[in-house]
Nanobody
């Protein structure tokens, strides 16, 4: 059973919006911090955003601050990433990840579970 499954990616024009979803299973989602990362071709995986287990605290990479919003629904084991004002440089495969510490952070090596990724392409 795949612990995290992302969806919502696709092709969008610059300035457009997408909402990514990540559904968790097989672990107690409400105890885990959740993060979103992305990886463009030929580049390292980079941090996008993270949210604490309670949803009370979230952090963003400077490159997406003010444009992206992370949220979670613990009743439905789902974390979201609302992406607005998309730019071509946002093009990447987006991954969600779960951190059993409950907090989440910007270091991918500290996460315990990963999804398979969803492609986001921003192009006219």
């Amino acid at each position: 059973q795949v612990p995290l499954v992302e969806s919502g990616g696709g092709l969008v024009q610059p300035g457009g919006s997408l909402r990514l979803s990540c559904v968790a299973s097989g672990f107690t989602f409400s105890n885990y911090g959740m993060g979103w990362f992305r990886q463009a071709p030929g580049k390292a995986r980079e941090f996008v955003s993270t949210i604490y287990w309670s949803g009370s605290t979230s952090f963003y990479a400077d490159s997406v601050k003010g444009r992206f919003t992370i949220s979670r629904d613990n009743a439905n084991n789902t974390v979201y990433l609302q992406m607005n004002s998309l730019k071509p440089e946002d093009t990447a495969v987006y991954y969600c990840a779960a951190d059993r510490s409950g907090r989440g952070n910007s270091w991918p090596t500290t996460y315990n579970y990963w999804g398979q990724g969803t492609q986001v392409t921003v192009s006219s």
